[in-house]
Each structure stands twice: as structure tokens, then as C-alpha cells.
């Protein structure tokens, strides 16, 4: 199946800020051509996986499909300002989504079990007065706010900076930076208004600031995750600059916009499902499957790529060695053979075998942190909300990457 204009419209940013046509899209070659040869007019060329099994086939095999040499879109425009930024390297910053083994492995390794449920236990109590700081900024606000610009985009980040042992008065600026670098697509967050391409300034920033990070935490180390890589020792020698860069920039842009998604789709889902958001007040135990619900509903990362290493065959199609496939996560998590009514928000779902945190070898360091997060906020928010409603229309940030709602104005009263 060729279709030149199908396949411009499946990566071009404006169709991620709209979210039913992505999803028409994704059901069409789920049903007509689910490992599709894409041939975008601004991309190199790539096979598009829509279906669920078939992305954890592909990342099952980490040995035989490769996170580098390409993890994410750009476009031709974009890869060839990369390598004019690095002076011939295919990625500008080189991080865990860009390692395979044995270096991921390595690298990995350092701060897993910071990121491991026994350790987290030690922010609850930090999450839970975090959470009530929010809610209460709602209650102040009067009745009316934007969910997202008000309070899902401030409490992910005030948890992932904290960790990061990034001060409050600078997190505006990381805010910005991360929102430049995984929605400098779209036109409400671009540096300047011509710059929708690749923003190698972004990057010279995030490297200054952790520059700087990074010698505090040598001189004076803490037990945050910003001392642990500072700190850190890799194959014997201590951690190289640009591989304790790439580390803070996955850490403070992945911990991010992604959780930050999910928060605000949750609410949006229950406000557009009155039944199910009656359910949850009433029984909060109902609380972590709902938000394994709402990461599966929003999908806030929409994919990654891996690159073969040998000839393989994938549901029929000779997949050459070297060709790129795309895994389209927010497909693989609306695939009727997986999930029972998948187009309905259900928060009891169960099963609840989403891909949105990914699988294997790179499956989401931070899940049990983002979980966390948002139990933490809606444990608070919900018994306080006596009434919400929508008082405006939701918009979407038009990204092909990380995206979710870019606003979403409600009206509320509060006990
Ligand atoms: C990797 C999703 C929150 C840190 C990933 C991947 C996905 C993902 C899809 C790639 C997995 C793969 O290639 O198989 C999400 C979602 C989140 C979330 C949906 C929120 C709902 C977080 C948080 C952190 C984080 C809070 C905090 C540190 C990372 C890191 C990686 C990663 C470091 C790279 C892991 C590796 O390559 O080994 N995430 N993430 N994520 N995530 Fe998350």
C-alpha cells in the first residue's frame, strides 16, 4: 500500500494535535497494512509498526534491533543540522534511548534501583505535601483554571527537578527548555516563529546549565539522582561529560511532559466519562488501575524507533538489514486483538497490558515514579473536587514525539 499523502500526515506534527485523526489513521493500517513502508516527502524512509505484538516482538530483541543510530523523527532538514552542530556525529545528545549494550547496560545500571519502588518509598511524604501545594493553588485560583498550564505541567516537573537537585527558581527555565526540545514542532513553544526545525541552541543551553550541576554535586554530592551521575564510574574510569550530560537531559525531559500528559489526560478522561469519574470518587482504591488506564489512553510517547541488524521478517514483510521501524505505541495500545472495547476508557480495565512505558531492555526507567506522581496528586484532588466540569475546549500540542493536551480549561468547586 502506497499513499504518499497517508504517510505525510502520519508524522506531521499538526496530526498529533488531533488526536481522533491520529487514531483513524493508526486503525487503517492496523487493519490494512500493519508493518507499512513509509515514504514521507521530509523523512528518510521507514517501516511504520502499528500492531501491539509486533512492537514487543521488535523490542524483545534489543541484540537484533538497535536503538542507534536512529531513535526519534527528524527530518532530513533537522538530521543535517545535527550534523553540523556535532561536526559529523549523527546524535547531538547521547543518552540511554540512544545506547545499546553493553553500554546501555553500564549506564543503565547506575541509577536503577534509585528509580526501584523500595527506594521511591521515601517520597511519599515529599509527593503527598507536593500534591496538597497544588490543590490548594486550585482552591485559590476561585473555581477556574487551565489544568495543564496551571498545575500538570508545574507538579512533574517540581518532582523530576527535586530529584534532579535543580532549584525552584530555576525550573521556568528547564520548563522551557524541555518544552522546546520535545514540542519545538509546535508553534506556541518555538524559540522564534521561523525556527521549526531542530533547536541545537536548546541543547547548548541544557549542556551549560548541567555543566554546572554537575561540579556542585562532585564538590558537595547529595543522595539525588543529579550526585549519582556526577559521580558515577563507567567501565572503570569516571563518568565521561557528555555521557553524565545525555543522563540528566533523558532524566529531566522523559520525567516530564510525559507524566505531565498523563495527568491532565486522566482528568480529561473522567470529565468525558461522568460514570467513570463517578466511579473513582467513590472508591480510590480504584486509583492506580485508573491511571494505568489513563497512561494507555493518552500514550504520551508516540514512538521510538529501532534499526535492524540482520534481515528479519516481521508479520510477512522482509525487513532489510539497516531499514528503521517506527513503533507507533498509541496503535499498539488501541489494537482491537489486545484490548477488549479499546476505544472506551474503562477504568477498571483488566488486563491492562499497554506499551505505553515501552518493553525490554529500555522500558521506562521512571514508570514507577510517574505512577506515583499521579496517585499522589488525585488522592488529594479528588475528594476535595465537589463539582467539575469542562469550561472551555481542550487543545493538543502538535508534536510527533512527546505530546498531550496543551490546555485544558475547567471550572470546579471545591470543599
Ligand atoms: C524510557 C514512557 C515517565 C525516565 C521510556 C520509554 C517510554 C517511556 C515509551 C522508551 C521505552 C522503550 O524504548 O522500550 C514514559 C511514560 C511516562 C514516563 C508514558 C509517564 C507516564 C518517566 C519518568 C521518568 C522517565 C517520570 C523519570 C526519570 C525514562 C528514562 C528512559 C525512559 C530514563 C530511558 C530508558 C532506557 O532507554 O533504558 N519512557 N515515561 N520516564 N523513561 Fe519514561
Same mark, same amino acid.
Given at each position: 500500500?502506497?499513499?504518499?499523502?497517508?504517510?505525510?500526515?502520519?508524522?506531521?506534527?499538526?496530526?498529533?494535535?488531533?488526536?481522533?485523526?491520529?487514531?483513524?489513521?493508526?486503525?487503517?493500517?492496523?487493519?490494512?497494512?500493519?508493518?507499512?513502508?513509509?515514504?514521507?516527502?521530509?523523512?528518510?524512509?521507514?517501516?511504520?509498526?502499528?500492531?501491539?505484538?509486533?512492537?514487543?516482538?521488535?523490542?524483545?530483541?534489543?541484540?537484533?534491533?538497535?536503538?542507534?543510530?536512529?531513535?526519534?523523527?527528524?527530518?532530513?532538514?533537522?538530521?543535517?543540522?545535527?550534523?553540523?552542530?556535532?561536526? @559529523?556525529?549523527?546524535?547531538?545528545?547521547?543518552?540511554?534511548?540512544?545506547?545499546?549494550?553493553?553500554?546501555?547496560?553500564?549506564?543503565?545500571?547506575?541509577?536503577?534501583?534509585?528509580?526501584?519502588?523500595?527506594?521511591?518509598?521515601?517520597?511519599?511524604?515529599?509527593?503527598?505535601?507536593?500534591?496538597?501545594?497544588?490543590?490548594?493553588?486550585?482552591?485559590?485560583?476561585?473555581?477556574?483554571?487551565?489544568?495543564?498550564?496551571?498545575?500538570?505541567?508545574?507538579?512533574?516537573?517540581?518532582?523530576?527537578?527535586?530529584?534532579?537537585?535543580?532549584?525552584?527558581? #530555576?525550573?521556568?527555565?528547564?520548563?522551557?527548555?524541555?518544552?522546546?526540545?520535545?514540542?519545538?514542532?509546535?508553534?506556541?513553544?518555538?524559540?522564534?516563529?521561523?525556527?521549526?526545525?531542530?533547536?541545537?541552541?536548546?541543547?547548548?543551553?541544557?549542556?551549560?546549565?548541567?555543566?554546572?550541576?554537575?561540579?556542585?554535586?562532585?564538590?558537595?554530592?547529595?543522595?539525588?539522582?543529579?550526585?549519582?551521575?556526577?559521580?558515577?564510574?563507567?567501565?572503570?574510569?569516571?563518568?565521561?561529560?557528555?555521557?553524565?550530560? *545525555?543522563?540528566?537531559?533523558?532524566?529531566?525531559?522523559? *520525567?516530564?511532559?510525559?507524566?505531565?500528559?498523563?495527568?491532565?489526560?486522566?482528568?480529561?478522561?473522567?470529565?468525558?466519562?461522568? #460514570?467513570?469519574?463517578?466511579?473513582?470518587?467513590?472508591?480510590?482504591?480504584?486509583?492506580?488501575?485508573?491511571?494505568?488506564?489513563?497512561?494507555?489512553?493518552?500514550?504520551?510517547?508516540?514512538?521510538?524507533?529501532?534499526?535492524?541488524?540482520?534481515?528479519?521478517?516481521?508479520? *510477512?514483510?522482509?525487513?532489510?538489514? @539497516?531499514?528503521?521501524?517506527?513503533?507507533?505505541?498509541?496503535?499498539?495500545?488501541?489494537?482491537?486483538?489486545?484490548?477488549?472495547?479499546?476505544?472506551?476508557?474503562?477504568?477498571?480495565?483488566?488486563?491492562?497490558?499497554?506499551?505505553?512505558? @515501552?518493553?525490554?531492555?529500555?522500558?521506562?526507567? *521512571?514508570?514507577?515514579?510517574?505512577?506515583?506522581?499521579?496517585?499522589?496528586?488525585?488522592?488529594?484532588?479528588?475528594?476535595?473536587?465537589?463539582?467539575?466540569?469542562?469550561?472551555?475546549?481542550?487543545?493538543?500540542?502538535?508534536?510527533?514525539?512527546?505530546?498531550?493536551?496543551?490546555?485544558?480549561?475547567?471550572?470546579?468547586?471545591?470543599?
Amino acid at each position: 500500500m502506497a499513499d504518499r499523502a497517508l504517510d505525510n500526515e502520519m508524522v506531521d506534527p499538526r496530526t498529533f494535535g488531533k488526536e481522533n485523526r491520529l487514531h483513524e489513521i493508526y486503525a487503517e493500517l492496523r487493519r490494512e497494512d500493519p508493518v507499512h513502508w513509509t515514504e514521507p516527502d521530509e523523512y528518510r524512509p521507514f517501516w511504520a509498526v502499528t500492531k501491539h505484538a509486533d512492537i514487543l516482538e521488535i523490542e524483545r530483541q534489543s541484540d537484533i534491533f538497535l536503538n542507534d543510530p536512529r531513535t526519534t523523527l527528524l527530518t532530513r532538514q533537522q538530521e543535517a543540522d545535527v550534523l553540523e552542530f556535532t561536526g @559529523g556525529s549523527h546524535i547531538a545528545i547521547r543518552s540511554l534511548v540512544q545506547m545499546d549494550d553493553p553500554d546501555h547496560r553500564v549506564l543503565r545500571a547506575l541509577t536503577q534501583s534509585w528509580f526501584m519502588q523500595p527506594n521511591l518509598k521515601k517520597m511519599d511524604g515529599a509527593l503527598a505535601s507536593l500534591s496538597k501545594e497544588f490543590v490548594d493553588k486550585m482552591e485559590g485560583l476561585g473555581g477556574e483554571c487551565d489544568f495543564v498550564t496551571d498545575v500538570a505541567v508545574w507538579y512533574p516537573l517540581r518532582v523530576i527537578m527535586n530529584i534532579l537537585g535543580v532549584p525552584r527558581e #530555576d525550573e521556568p527555565l528547564m520548563l522551557k527548555l524541555t518544552q522546546e526540545l520535545f514540542g519545538s514542532s509546535d508553534p506556541d513553544m518555538q524559540r522564534d516563529e521561523k525556527q521549526a526545525m531542530f533547536d541545537t541552541n536548546v541543547i547548548t543551553d541544557f549542556f551549560n546549565y548541567f555543566t554546572k550541576i554537575t561540579e556542585d554535586r562532585r564538590a558537595n554530592p547529595t543522595d539525588d539522582v543529579a550526585s549519582v551521575i556526577a559521580n558515577a564510574t563507567v567501565h572503570g574510569e569516571p563518568i565521561n561529560h557528555i555521557d553524565a550530560m *545525555g543522563y540528566y537531559i533523558i532524566v529531566a525531559t522523559a *520525567g516530564h511532559d510525559t507524566t505531565s500528559s498523563s495527568t491532565a489526560g486522566l482528568l480529561l478522561a473522567l470529565l468525558q466519562n461522568p #460514570d467513570q469519574m463517578a466511579k473513582l470518587k467513590a472508591d480510590l482504591s480504584l486509583l492506580p488501575s485508573a491511571i494505568e488506564e489513563a497512561i494507555r489512553w493518552v500514550t504520551p510517547v508516540k514512538h521510538f524507533f529501532r534499526t535492524a541488524t540482520q534481515d528479519y521478517e516481521l508479520r *510477512g514483510k522482509k525487513i532489510k538489514k @539497516g531499514d528503521s521501524l517506527l513503533m507507533c505505541y498509541p496503535s499498539a495500545n488501541r489494537d482491537e486483538d489486545v484490548f477488549e472495547n479499546p476505544f472506551t476508557f474503562d477504568i477498571e480495565r483488566k488486563p491492562n497490558k499497554h506499551a505505553a512505558f @515501552g518493553h525490554g531492555a529500555h522500558l521506562c526507567l *521512571g514508570m514507577h515514579l510517574a505512577r506515583m506522581e499521579i496517585k499522589a496528586l488525585f488522592s488529594e484532588l479528588l475528594p476535595r473536587l465537589d463539582h467539575v466540569e469542562l469550561a472551555g475546549e481542550p487543545s493538543w500540542v502538535q508534536a510527533n514525539f512527546v505530546s498531550g493536551l496543551k490546555h485544558l480549561p475547567i471550572r470546579y468547586q471545591m470543599q
